[in-house]
């Protein structure tokens, strides 16, 4: 399932705009990314997708469901209501649905249509009365505030997950900590009860030594009793974040642990980064393999990912990689990503790339292979350095350049005492003065 193009009516800043998401005839694969100054208008564009989305999944969930309204602040200030259309195909049909939102005892022109949204759901709930376990879509909006690792304190009855509870929360709060460990919790219990558990196993290394063919044969065992979904979790934290490995709930005191490397962590004790990280993909990876029950590798779900400010607390190398790394794992989801990162768009070759400006949007030539300095002047519409150590070293090229070079020296002096030595660019503007001064010498 895919958004082909959705259109924002009187949405915060936009009057009217009309986005076609990747893949499109030109761009086959299946991320689209926005970048934009602050305010530029991003997030409304994700939580207008979200918000037209939610309506699906609650038809979904039930024929006359309902999801959320378009706020009443999200309408412009100078319309009456809002509306966003979207386009949605699926299996070579698509279904046009509207969802719109009048100001409080206001008559507007904009009105609500969802009757392929409901058409769509239909054919959904149909396939599931069929078959239990039917695939579902995973549709899931990550906001800016995703990174809450709510633990809770004591286990409670058990709980049972159904495939459609993968949708739970995914427009809202996107990362639902609680339930990613309450589930996992209940998939590991049943893993645990169908073969030997964990710490069982643990206890069994020591005594038999990890290199006797005891060990070898119960780790097969172990292997080959492993649940499919949490494996799935297992294997997509891997793929993100080389060197974690091994999630798992321990008991007394309720906790979930990870190895990083070789040391045992409780995943509080994980840096920001990390927790946001493993959140967003643990969480993604979760609600795939709920609603895939019968594909051999759940993470090859289709679905549709929408995520705001996609490089949020990581470092450089994890921007560079984090498109590759969320196509590679989740390879038949889109993706919708934000980002006020250079390098999440000149590390990815395929993503259809949008600049929001004064509420007009462009599609920019493909940024893949660019250095950071160019995107952050080109795309991004700032200076790669500081504007007044910039301005100085224009100042003392254009001196040396019109031979000043009284005032070249004097410039030169204001900068070495201002940049660290080994500036690059004040060594090569030496290098340049220094030829000028012999060649006036030769003259
Ligand atoms: N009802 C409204 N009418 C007119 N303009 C609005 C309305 N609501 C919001 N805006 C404008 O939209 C902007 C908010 O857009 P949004 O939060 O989507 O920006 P963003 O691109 O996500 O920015 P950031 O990068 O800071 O997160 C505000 O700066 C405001 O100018
Ligand atoms: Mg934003």
Not at 75 to 92: H, K
Not at 233 to 254: C, H, K, Q
Request: net charge negative; charged share 25%.
């Amino acid at each position: 399932m895919e958004i082909k193009s959705f259109q924002l009516n009187h949405v915060g800043r936009f009057e009217s705009l009309h986005i076609d998401l990747a893949p499109t005839a030109s761009m086959a694969a299946n991320v689209t990314v926005f970048v934009g100054s602050n305010g530029a208008g991003k997030t409304s564009l994700l939580k207008s997708l979200a918000t037209s989305l939610s309506w699906f999944v609650a038809r979904l969930r039930s024929e006359k469901g309902s999801g959320n309204p378009i706020p009443e602040e999200a309408i412009t200030n100078s319309a009456l209501s809002a509306s966003v259309d979207i386009d949605v195909y699926y299996q070579d049909n698509s279904y046009n649905w509207t969802i719109a939102k009048t100001q409080k005892g206001k008559k507007g022109n904009l009105s609500s249509n969802l009757t392929e949204a409901s058409k769509l759901a239909d054919f959904f709930r149909a396939s599931l009365s069929n078959d239990e376990s039917t695939s579902l879509p995973l549709i899931a909006f990550y906001s800016v505030e995703r990174v809450v690792l709510d633990i809770p304190m004591k286990i409670r009855g058990r709980h049972s997950f159904l495939q459609i509870d993968g949708y739970d929360n995914s427009l809202s709060h996107g990362v639902d900590f609680r339930r990613f460990f309450e589930w996992f919790r209940e998939r590991e219990d049943t893993e645990n009860e169908s073969g030997i558990s964990q710490e069982i196993l643990d206890k069994l290394q020591s005594m038999v030594g990890p290199d006797s063919e005891v060990w070898s044969k119960l780790a097969q065992l172990k292997a080959s009793s492993r649940d499919k979904q949490l494996t799935a979790v297992r294997t997509a934290i891997a793929n993100f974040m080389p060197g974690f490995s091994n999630l798992r709930v321990r008991r007394n005191p309720l906790h979930m642990s990870i190895d990083k490397h070789e040391e045992q962590l409780n995943v509080l004790q994980l840096s920001q980064g990390e927790k946001s990280l493993m959140a967003l993909v643990g969480d993604i990876a979760r609600r795939l393999a709920m609603m895939n029950p019968q594909l051999e590798n759940p993470l090859h779900g289709d679905g549709i990912v929408l995520i705001d400010e996609v490089d949020m607390h990581l470092h450089p190398t994890w921007q560079r990689n984090v498109i590759a790394r969320l196509t590679d794992t989740f390879p038949s989801c889109q993706f919708v990503l934000t980002t006020h990162s250079p390098l999440v768009i000149s590390d990815y070759k395929d993503a259809l790339v949008y600049l929001l400006e004064e509420g007009r949007l462009s599609a920019l030539p493909s940024q893949y292979g660019q250095d950071a300095n160019t995107v952050l002047l080109d795309v991004m519409g700032t200076s790669a350095r500081n504007a007044d150590i910039d301005s100085k070293l224009n100042d003392l090229l254009d001196a040396i350049q019109a031979r000043q070079f009284n005032l070249a020296h004097q410039l030169m002096i204001e900068l070495d005492a201002e940049l660290p030595s080994g500036n690059m660019e004040l060594a090569k503007a030496k290098l340049i003065l220094r030829k000028q001064e012999l060649r006036r010498a030769e003259d």
